[in-house]
């Protein structure tokens, strides 16, 4: 999970319009987005209720998005 939050923060190191502009960068992020959500995921209840300051919820609802609707989640992106 660290490896993917740490590429996206190289990916999106450019700033917003070089990401807005690129859809290499957008398909990099949002599948690391998507990969950081299913790693939440299978982690363990007690894990995850042990840092209750984390959205886990939020994150694995993020990825679900990304997954089922990502043609809609791409539109935004142009």
């Known amino acids: 999970m660290r490896e993917c939050g740490d590429r996206i923060e190289q990916y999106v190191s450019g ?3 070089t990401f807005m502009h690129s859809t ?3 398909d990099a ?3 690391n987005l998507q990969t950081l959500g ?3 995921g299978r982690l363990s209840d007690t894990l995850r209720d042990g840092h209750p300051e984390v959205n886990w919820r939020g994150i694995i609802g993020l990825r679900n998005i990304l997954v089922h609707d990502y043609l809609g989640i791409i539109d935004l992106c142009t």
Do not use: N, Y
Request: charged share 25%; glycine share 8%; net charge positive.
């Open 15 to 17: 700033g917003r319009d």
């Open 24 to 26: 290499l960068i957008q």
């Open 29 to 31: 992020v949002l599948r």
């Open 38 to 40: 299913q790693s939440a």
